[in-house]
């Protein structure tokens, strides 16, 4: 079905950019060298408003990435210890596998409103906030398990993570046009991106490391989430004291704050009143999605990802439960999921300069979905006729596993 939707969108083709107007650099059909030559630290432009980049970016990306990273790896971390938490919080295991439907559901709701409070509050707040309740999340999961054995605590320890992933994932695109030069902000979003899968992968590999049929006392369960919580807390507090506003000067002509700048300017001039960088009129983000009601490739492409992404990532919350029955440990499981997702990473990095350089997202798009319909058939077909005492059968999964994550 995702691949039929694929097949409805568009194709994007690479055009010649018109050429540029810029009041400081004149008409260039290259933009980039006007931007390059202001992006030099201290330099300053025709408007007098200096421009550059400051060696902080870098402590604001790492922050970012290590909460991407305790956020997913909260997301995860309880689908390969699943016999373990039913018995020490005496529920069943549907109840444990809801913990990774809430993040799920909450992102579905609350997508398009996190997004209209970045547009109204801004990075460093709206990053806060998500730290804030990525933290809390954590340490109301550590009381569920010590001192208490509380399920209902454990759940809404989890909501709160997950209130906190609506606020990172939308972030890498303007945390990299607010701190980062133009000639970097390919490379940040793809870092601050990447942490998702990294996440992932440590949340399935580590705590069946911690927890397992040994270790399922409830010092084992305090050391899982206490370190989580340690972590996520951390995060936080970083965020909050090394995270700024806005950087000190802007990175480039394209940044958002030099074009605020530039508007409070004119408007000084027209009415003497010198607005603040952040007087600009937030954007209504309802209003753009509704305005695109009727791009049927939009919703095509929309309906494709979300089905796609959500299929993946529901595969990964199950697939110890799924691998039980061949006598696959949860340590396996475990190290399987791992093996996966830092492939994922190394595919998205050779992928996405292809991507840039040739222009070509739906025949991508096609192929891709039309070897997971394949390869997800042929992983069914295996599981239903294969008997789990073939000797072939464990490592046939792990490469169907391994192929479909990627």
């Not at 492409?301 to 595969?315: D, E, I, N, P, Q």
């Amino acid at each position: 079905f995702c691949t039929l939707l694929g097949m409805a969108t568009g194709e994007s083709h690479r055009e010649r950019p018109a050429p540029l107007h810029d009041p400081l650099y004149g008409t260039t059909d290259k933009p980039s060298e006007g931007r390059d030559r202001a992006e030099s630290v201290g330099s300053v432009d025709a408007n007098g408003i200096r421009v550059g980049v400051t060696k902080r970016r870098l402590l604001v990306l790492a922050i970012y990435v290590a909460y991407g990273l305790s956020n997913q790896f909260q997301y995860v971390g309880n689908a390969n210890i699943v016999d373990q938490l039913t018995e020490y919080l005496d529920c069943s295991k549907l109840e444990v596998n809801m913990l990774a439907t809430i993040f799920a559901l909450i992102y579905v709701i609350g997508a398009f409103p996190a997004c209209e409070v970045f547009a109204r509050m801004g990075l460093r707040l709206s990053l806060l906030v998500g730290l804030g309740c990525n933290g809390l999340g954590a340490v109301l999961k550590l009381i569920a398990v010590a001192p208490l054995k509380a399920f209902w605590l454990m759940a809404l320890g989890q909501a709160f993570s997950g209130i906190g992933q609506i606020f990172f994932l939308a972030l890498p695109p303007l945390l990299a046009a607010t701190w980062f030069p133009t000639s970097e902000r390919s490379l940040a979003t793809a870092l601050g991106s990447l942490s998702m899968f990294l996440g992932m992968a440590l949340g399935s590999a580590v705590p069946p490391a911690i927890v397992n049929d040994t270790h399922r006392d409830q010092t084992a369960f305090a050391a899982n989430y206490g370190s989580q919580a340690a972590f996520c807390c951390g995060v936080a507090l970083a965020g909050l004291l090394f995270v700024p506003a806005h950087p000190e000067h802007p990175p480039s002509v394209t940044a958002p704050q030099y074009i605020a700048k530039v508007a409070g300017m004119r408007h000084e001039a027209d009415t003497l009143a010198v607005p603040s960088a952040d007087a600009a009129a937030p954007t209504n983000v309802f209003s753009q999605l509704w305005s695109q009601r009727r791009n049927s490739g939009f919703i095509a492409l929309t309906v494709a990802l979300g089905l796609g992404s959500g299929g993946f990532t529901t595969l990964s919350t199950v697939q110890a439960q799924l691998l039980e029955p061949y006598d696959v440990s949860e340590q396996q499981s475990g190290r399987i999921m791992l093996a996966a997702m830092l492939l994922s990473c190394m595919s998205c990095m050779g992928c996405g300069p292809l991507l840039d350089k040739y222009r070509r997202y739906r025949t991508p798009l096609i192929w891709c979905f039309l070897c997971v319909a394949v390869l997800t058939t042929g992983l069914g077909l295996l599981m239903r006729f294969v008997a789990p005492t073939a000797a072939n059968f464990v490592p046939i999964c792990y490469v169907m596993f391994i192929v479909i994550t990627v």
